[in-house]
């Protein structure tokens, strides 16, 4: 069965930094595009950053820079590197891996920036 399970959410103040996991069971996880997004209360859900099957990332244009998404075919995970962060990226962090017309969503992990 497919799943995606992300981790490393939590409680950071401003300017901190902070490491999102998404391990992916149950696909051939190599070949997927994966993508991280976000949804804060509130707002519709938004594209963070992707990396294809072949390692090419793009980012959302505010995040370039603070953000770094890569990944680990041995290990079947995506990671997100989140620096300097600010309270507006406060959100629940989704991970997702897309093939063609398949796709899958992780059940997401709180991301709160707060002093």
């Known amino acids: 069965q497919e799943q995606l399970v992300e981790s490393g959410g939590g409680l950071v103040q401003p300017g901190g930094s902070l490491r999102l996991s998404c391990a992916a069971s149950g696909i051939t996880f190599s070949i997927y595009t994966m993508g991280w997004y976000r949804q804060a209360p509130g707002k519709q859900r938004e594209l963070v950053a992707a990396?294809?099957?072949?390692?090419?990332?793009n980012y959302a244009d505010s995040l370039k820079g603070r953000f770094t998404m890569y990944r680990d075919n041995a290990k079947n995970t995506v990671y997100l590197q989140m620096n300097s962060l600010k309270p507006e990226d406060t959100a629940v962090y989704y991970c997702?891996?897309?093939?063609?017309?398949?796709?899958?969503w992780g059940q997401g992990t709180q991301v709160t920036v707060s002093s």
């Open positions: 997702n891996a897309r093939l063609g017309t398949l796709g899958y």
């Open positions: 990396i294809s099957s072949g390692g090419r990332t």
